[in-house]
Each structure stands twice: as structure tokens, then as C-alpha cells.
């Protein structure tokens, strides 16, 4: 699936960019900061996905969802915004967005709005007639509550001491485990880096493992100036950490 990244501020389209490619079959094909240089992108690419800010340089982004109307390109859109106003969410629902991502938003948000509309592409490809049951698959918000139900708070506790990876170290978790918890809020990769004396990427690995079982959210934090930071907090449903600490 081609995609294309519409957003003027550099360091949010790297981390949008770093977000598809941790997803499969997804390939950025162009990125643009105007609505104009998104145009030319639709032209020479015809992407399949595209990612849109509102707040552009001249035109806003709403502007291109009526160029791609008017010149019938077909590709599914998603905004990842700031923008909250309730007429822009209005435009959003009249041009047929397929979500709407207000910034900061999770890697998981971000990886269902996205599924969605591969699962949609995928039965289209097929050709094989559609039923009601696979349009309910796709229409009906069920994904938003089984992110929230995917598991019971204490499957994931248990679960996590079982499926620990075989290049994980069960002490080298506990040690980490320990630092979260005594840190008491969100932490970047780099501040528990510090706090348990590890490389960056070790730490890294293990917020990851962390993040995909459950046990950790993640979340954007923006900034006027420099790369956005991802930041790492103990889920609140979790009554019980994975290991003894």
C-alpha cells in the first residue's frame, strides 16, 4: 500500500513515516508540506493512503480532501491534526475520512485506523462479493473496545513472565521494572536509560517488549522546536507487575 505523509512540520512527518514502517506491507512514497507539493504527489504517485495535517503553510489541508474528491483520486485518508474544532471534524465526516487522529495519539490508535483500511483494501482486491458480515467487520468500531478488552489486566501479567524472549534477561526486566515503577510517571527511553545505567537501544528493546504486551502505553509529546518524544507509562489497568518486585 502506497502512502502518502502531508505535514509541514518535519520531525512530526519523520515520526509518522517511522510509525508506517513498523507496520507491514506500507511504503511511504512521497511527503509534502503544502497542499500544493501534495498535489503533484496524488498526480505522479496515486497513493492508497494518505496522512493529513489541517494546519498547513497557505492552503489548510482540508483543501486537498476537495481536490481529491474533485479530481476523483479513491485513496483512504486519515488527519493526524491538532485540530479539535468541532467544524473540522465536520468538513473531516463530509469529505469521508476513514479516522481522525488528534495529536498525540498512540503507535496502537495509529495501528488500528491503519488496519482498518488495509482490511477494507484487502476484500476489495479479492473481488469476491461482499456480505454484511464483512462490511460490519469493517464499519463497526469493535477494534476501538477489543484494544481496550484484548486481554484481562492479569492475563497480561501473567502472560509476560511466560513469554519473555530468549535474548530478554529476566533480571535485566526486573531491574527496569524497578526503575518505572520508582520514576512514578511518564519516562522517555532516555531517562530510565539513565536511571538503570543501560545503552539506549537494551533499554529500548525492553520498553518495546513491554509497550506490545500490555504492561506499557505509549504517547507523543509535541514540542515548538526539535524531534517529538515518545513517552512510556505503567498501564492503569494493570493491577500486577509482571514479575516480583
Not at 510509525?19 to 504517485?45: G, P
Not at 494546519?55 to 489548510?60: E, I, N, Q, V
Not at 485506523?113 to 469493517?138: F, S, W
Not at 502472560?159 to 519516562?187: A, Q, R
Amino acid at each position: 500500500m502506497k502512502v502518502l505523509i502531508v505535514e509541514d512540520d518535519p520531525m512530526v512527518a519523520e515520526l509518522n513515516q517511522q510509525f508506517i514502517e513498523r507496520m507491514d506491507n506500507l511504503d511511504v512514497v512521497c511527503k509534502a508540506d503544502t497542499v500544493k507539493k501534495a498535489q503533484d504527489c496524488l498526480q505522479k504517485w496515486t497513493p492508497n493512503l494518505v496522512l493529513l495535517d489541517v494546519y498547513l503553510p497557505g492552503k489548510s489541508g482540508l483543501t486537498l480532501l476537495s481536490h481529491m474528491q474533485e479530481h476523483q483520486y479513491h485513496a483512504s485518508v486519515i488527519l493526524i491534526t491538532a485540530a479539535k474544532d468541532i467544524q473540522t471534524v465536520k468538513e473531516a465526516v463530509f469529505y469521508g475520512v476513514a479516522d481522525y487522529l488528534i495529536k498525540p495519539f498512540t503507535f496502537e490508535r495509529f495501528k488500528l485506523a491503519v488496519e482498518k483500511i488495509q482490511r477494507l483494501a484487502t476484500v476489495m482486491e479479492e473481488g469476491n462479493g461482499i456480505n454484511q458480515a464483512v462490511i460490519d467487520h469493517y464499519f463497526n468500531k469493535e477494534e476501538h473496545t477489543d484494544m481496550e478488552k484484548k486481554e484481562p489486566p492479569e492475563k497480561v501479567s501473567q502472560n509476560l513472565s511466560k513469554n519473555l524472549s530468549k535474548n530478554l534477561s529476566k533480571l535485566t526486566m526486573t531491574t527496569i521494572l524497578k526503575s518505572i515503577k520508582e520514576l512514578d510517571g511518564p519516562f522517555s527511553v532516555e531517562t530510565l536509560a539513565r536511571e538503570v545505567d543501560l545503552s539506549r537501544i537494551t533499554v529500548k528493546k525492553y520498553i518495546q517488549f513491554l509497550v506490545d504486551d500490555g504492561f506499557l502505553i505509549e504517547s507523543i509529546e509535541y514540542h515548538k522546536v526539535g524531534r517529538p518524544l515518545m513517552l512510556y507509562q505503567l498501564n492503569p489497568n494493570l493491577k500486577e507487575p509482571p514479575f516480583p518486585l
